[in-house]
């Protein structure tokens, strides 16, 4: 279990290095996405160009990931992002991870570039380069198939023709639906002349007590299995959000300019096109769809903003165009931020026919799909739009006004954060940019749920109210640490206490699963701690690349045009208010009022020992 | 006793399965959001099995619009009126 | 007597029942070292279960020159320290349900009454179940089309 390497590629000298795994950095980091942000903190320096070969791209399995563990497929991809200029950091489902693990591999580096297309593969301890001419060229699924056919059964991890050809929200993919989606991995991947790591593993992991492990996944399954959430999750899954969202007046509608758009969008339609639930490795829960369009999904994300963002209200138009987005190597949340943002930026006469070619409008599909095409292949305007944000350069300072985006990144999720305080302090703090997953205190959600409930989980002060700002600091803190936690073991957020409900794993549950599996023995505190170290050695991370306090903020628009429509109307992000809130948050985190590190804190982290 | 309070019920969600119906015209006696909401989940035994915690209060996760604005635990307490509407929408957290 | 039988239409291909199986036998977790094995493959949109049926007539019982199988209330049983690890067993199983791991050769026994595959299936695609009559015959009726029994 804790056996498993290190594999450091370097794509420019053909070489691969294999290290083990030093016992601070376990110790102080577990595993997957706190390893991660540690050995890309300690491997680039200050002002690396994201797309050149002195950036690394790592793959970093969850310290559980692969095991009995429910839920237990994770791994994260971290990078500098060519999105954002900041971390870029993914975290990714599926079958892939735990096969690098049985494969012996925790993490593999990928550094350099390759002279001619390149392959990375990985079996039982070894790790080739190898010539990939054969899947050059080749979009997601058909790489894939082809990978599976030459090498057996094999699980992949590749990015498409838009990574190849550095879009900037280029994913990597694995599977037919899991993506390691945000911040331009696949851009990464392709800059590099790679085009995948596949791994094959017979190497099981070793559970150090087996039969404590059993009992308490028996114990943590029942758990989780008796909560009336988990069978409403596992056939219908994410879309049901949808219309939660949708009915409060929280939907992203045409690049934010609405707040609620059509019921036909609602889970009850997206069922009829469903034909199995499946689940990822180890997970228990199922929200995965294999529809019947030929693909996976779509989940809420995709629902949103490739539908109700761009003004699409069919739900098999919806399904093809994630299908078409996923094969394609891109990721649905920025795609179908920037392409509404272009829209709207047509509308209001900012670009026009000259750079865009042809007329733009909200809700044609046909116009929506064959601009997918054209930023994964960086055709016509589809090569300005596969810039991302970026694009503001082209389309001028005013653009900016009209951009859902927070550091640089596209809003991952189709939730209007007007209303609820904390999803907007959530999106404005999160280290990857404006981001969901990171540290949405989602139960805010939940407008019933009583103070007491709210002050046992987040602490003392916490406003019942979902549209107050008072301790709503505290409630984001609370989420951007557990959350770091199970990104380091690799388990899925579905099932962690405070994202889907206040009944799933808390930190004593991940404790006694540690402890059974590994024998690591952390205690609240030392768990949590984890957590927290992953927060700060991001934001150093982050800080070294030039992010200030002005980088954690809300999109314009957030702030200044109030919510049009439905239950929410009226509502905005007061800046004076945000302010206050985001100094309160620093101060919970140690930061000063200027967002940075106490120069103890950074020496800390700096001496954690053992780079391999 | 007197039903002349007359309620729009909308049931969003999972919760239109439970009756079958995404509508109900309520008659009540009077009282607040909160007594509405029980009567409506007594009435309905499956409404009630979606919407009552284990304890018999009404789940957390059910959402409570009244005429359009979003009520939290504190504000169930207000008085229903003749006409208003009352939607119940089953909240899931997440991404 | 009860028979451990899979429905592939509640299968979600997540492994939990390959991964209690090696946990208990070997004390890992290795989807490779169970004897349920999981074929999956998302691209043709399949995932399904495959462990040894405890046939009425063996073939892994017949092949097995050093005596390593019996049959024990029902349950063919693989003794590890007669198995000369020669795989024949697994070769010639129609249902290709005998484990090979290296010098491993994992084969299901149902673990004395209580199989930990469907303890651990959270979809009770695998369930342990008693045997109808039926069933029995079908499953008889099988195995001998496939062996071509006269």
Known sequence: MLDRKIGI?????????????????????????????????????????????????????????????????????????????????????????????????????????????????????????????????????????????NLGDVEVACCGTAGENLVRFANLRTGVKNSAGRCGTGAVMGSKNVKAVVAYGTMGLKIKHPQKLLDVVKEVEDYILGSKLTPILGSVGTPLLYEVSNELGAIRTKNSQLNQWSDSLNAENIEKEVEKMIGCSSCIVHCRHRNKLGGEGPEYTSVGLLGANVGIDDVKQVIELQNIANDLGLDVSSAGTIIAWAFELFELGIINEKMTGEKLEFGNFEQARSLLHDIAGREGFGDILAESTQAAKKFGKKSEDYLIAVKNLPQSDPHDVRYIKAFALGIATASRGA?????????????????????????????????????????????????????????????????????????????????????????????????????????????????????????????????????????????????????????????????????????????????? | MERDVKVRLRLLSSLRQTVGESELAIGFAGGSVESLVKEAGNKYPKLGEAIFAKDGSIDYAINVILNGRPLTESAMKETVRDGDEVTLLAAAAGG | MKVLNFYPERCTGCRECAMACSLVKFGECNPRKSAVTVIRDEFKRYEYAVFCLQCDEPVCVDVCHQNAYTVEDGVVKHDDDRCIHCRLCAAMCPYSAITVHGKDIVKCDLCNGDPMCVKYCATNALVYEEETKEMALKRKEMVERILGTP
């Open chain 1, 435 to 612: 981001d969901h997953l990171r540290s949405r205190p989602t139960l805010e959600i939940f407008l019933r749920l009583p103070k007491e409930v709210k002050e046992r989980i987040y602490g003392k002060g916490v406003s019942p109210d979902p549209t107050s700002y008072d301790g709503k600091e505290k409630t984001v803190y609370f989420s951007d640490n557990i959350f770091a936690v199970v990104d380091c073991l690799g388990i899925c957020k579905f099932i962690c206490h405070g994202f889907n409900s206040p009944h799933f794993l808390d930190y004593p549950r991940f404790e006694a699963l540690l402890e059974a599996a590994t024998g690591m023995k952390y205690g609240r505190r030392k768990m949590e701690a984890v957590g927290k170290r992953v927060i700060d050695t991001e934001r150093m991370f982050n800080i070294r690349q030039g992010l200030t306090r002005k980088d954690d903020t809300l999109p314009k628009r957030y702030f200044d045009d109030p919510m049009p429509m439905g239950p929410t109307k009226g509502h905005h992000i007061d800046r004076n208010e945000f302010d206050a809130m985001l100094s309160r948050y620093y101060k919970l985190r140690g930061w000063d009022e200027k967002g940075m590190l106490a120069p103890s804190r950074v020496e800390e982290i700096k001496s954690v020992g053992g780079l391999p």
């Open chain 1, 9 to 149: 590629v370097d794509l420019s000298r053909n070489s691969v290095k294999i290290v083990d795994m030093p016992k601070d950095i376990r110790a102080k980091y577990l595993g997957g996405r706190g390893i991660n942000t540690y050995l890309l903190y300690k491997l680039l320096r200050k002002g690396v160009d994201p797309l050149s070969p002195n950036n690394v791209l790592i793959l970093g399995a969850g310290l559980l990931t692969g095991t009995l563990v429910p839920n237990s497929s994770r791994f994260n991809v971290s990078t500098k992002s060519p999105e954002t200029g900041f971390l870029g950091d993914s975290n990714c489902g599926g079958f892939f991870a735990p096969e690098m693990r049985y494969a012996g591999f925790d993490h593999i580096i990928l550094k350099g570039k390759a002279k001619k297309p390149r392959y990375v593969y990985v079996e039982d301890g070894d790790i080739e380069i190898r010539d990939a001419r054969d899947y050059w060229g080749m979009n997601t699924n058909d790489a894939q198939v082809s990978f599976r056919k």
